[in-house]
């Protein structure tokens, strides 16, 4: 039937594991990306791994332009399409996430393993948490697989207010 919503919840038993985007050790996260590229025969260019750096150390979701604002301060000529280039690969490694709603990046709490996941992300703050919940992803996956259609790609996104800025 057009127009029908099958709704489908998750069983309360089990919590979703939530990872926060504020990173603490930036240099332990890329030193894990430096193995997982190393793993899979991937080469992690110094400028590829400057800009890992960035959006590690951003502790926030960051975006393009500002990465690259960041680089010409240290190397006077990036342009654009060189910063494009490195999170293209970073994205298409999943060494990186991209959060389409807000145009910008943020690091992968799990670079060695490839995953979809949703993200929620603060309007006031901009802080975004990844939501490392697997059910999520397979929901999704199975109601596309009941329709006949066939995903390319997840991009869950839920906007509002994280716990610090509803804080009175």
Do not use: W
Not at 21 to 45: M, W
Not at 102 to 116: G, L, M, R, Y
Not at 126 to 131: D, F, G, I, N, R
């Amino acid at each position: 039937m057009q127009g029908e919503v099958n709704r489908l919840s998750l069983p309360l038993s089990s919590k979703p594991h939530v990872h926060d985007h504020h990173h603490d050790d930036a240099q332990s996260f890329v030193r894990a990306v430096e193995h997982a590229s190393e793993e899979r025969g991937l080469r992690l260019t110094p400028l590829r791994k400057e800009v890992l750096e960035l959006v590690a150390a951003a502790g926030k979701p960051v975006k393009a332009y500002d990465l690259l604002d960041q680089l010409r301060e240290r190397h006077g000529n990036a342009a654009p399409p060189t910063v494009y280039r490195a999170l293209d690969f970073l994205l298409e490694h999943g060494f990186i996430h991209k959060l389409e709603s807000i145009n910008a990046f943020v690091s992968c709490h799990h670079p060695a393993e490839a995953h979809q996941v949703p993200f929620l992300i603060c309007d006031n703050c901009s802080s975004a948490q990844e939501v490392c919940d697997e059910r999520v992803a397979e929901l999704i996956e199975a109601q596309a697989k009941a329709f006949g259609f066939r995903p390319q790609a997840q991009t869950l996104e839920v906007h509002g207010l994280c716990k610090n800025c509803r804080k009175p």
